[in-house]
């Protein structure tokens, strides 16, 4: 992060009297981009910052500068980082990365076995999330608690999720699935534990066994990933002002195009 005044850290209750100001911005944020995300009240900002299920971000002097939360669903099985916002006085700094980072570290923290996903239309927070080792996946491979899609009832895009009967939206969820990635990490040690015994002269630090790099979901491809997004947006759309016109063929169609995000 940029700004070394800014301190990133786990909410409290001493914050509380932060989250009007984040809740405003967040439903601000959300009609500027045209595209909305589910609305949380004050009290319920409030609430997870005594759960001690929040990371918020000041300056120095107690400025507010970014927040986001922890919501658990079906039965702590999976876990979203949601309400993700940044003060626009601190964007293009890196904040938004800093609480990506601070929020996933204490959502595997709280709940070491849950699948952490996320539900964005931001390619900012896409690149984030895939630096943190989140993969794009269909709606499906989400959480099927009614109490989460409940809370997309705000979002203004609500009658195009419900006329794909949420198999799609304009979100793009990605999920981070920790007995994956035990399994990448433990096939990555045995190949280089392998190359080890193959080659006795090979240094040890040569073979320090880290998380395999996903960075490739997105390096070099992110300009076209930007460009199937918006189109994404305009089919599904123009779909949900049609009421489902264009017949089995246009839908097949969709599907292809964007069964894999």
């Known amino acids: 992060m940029e700004n070394k005044d800014i301190i990133v850290r786990a909410a409290t209750a001493d914050d509380k009297h932060y989250a009007n100001t984040i809740t405003d911005e967040m439903e601000a944020s959300a009609k500027a981009r045209g595209t909305g995300i589910a609305k949380r009240s004050p009290e319920y900002v409030q609430l997870k910052m005594d759960e001690g299920k929040a990371v918020i971000a000041l300056t120095a002097s107690g ?29 293009g700094h890196g904040v938004a990365k800093a609480i990506k980072e601070k ?36 709606y499906s491979e989400l959480t099927d608690d009614e109490e989460f899609w409940k809370g ?70 992110f300009s076209l990933f930007e460009r199937w997004m918006r189109y994404k947006k305009y089919i599904l759309l123009k779909a949900a002002r049609k009421s489902g016109s264009g017949g089995a063929g246009a839908s097949r169609k969709r599907f292809f195009l964007f069964s894999w995000l």
């Not at 400025?63 to 993700?84: P, T």
């Not at 996933?104 to 849950?114: I, N, Q, T, V």
């Not at 994956?180 to 002269?201: H, S, T």
Request: charged content about 25%; aromatic content about 10%.
């Open 63 to 91: 400025e507010w500068v970014g927040f986001c939360y922890i919501e658990a669903w079906g039965h702590e099985k999976f876990v979203a980082n949601s309400g993700l916002i940044v003060n626009p006085a601190f964007r």
């Open 103 to 138: 929020i996933f570290e204490l959502s595997r923290k709280k709940y070491p076995d849950a699948k952490i996903f996320g539900l964005t239309t931001g390619l900012a927070v896409m690149k984030i999330n895939s630096d943190l080792g989140y993969e794009p996946v269909t």
């Open 152 to 221: 997309c009832r705000s979002c203004v895009n609500y009658e195009v999720l419900m006329s794909k009967n949420r198999k799609n939206c304009l979100c793009t969820a990605m999920l981070y699935d920790p007995v994956e990635k035990a399994k990448e990490i433990e096939e990555r040690a045995a190949k280089l534990l392998a190359a080890q015994q193959a080659q006795p002269a090979v240094k040890a630090a040569a073979v320090a066994v880290e998380p395999p790099s996903r960075k490739r979901k997105f390096k070099g491809n």
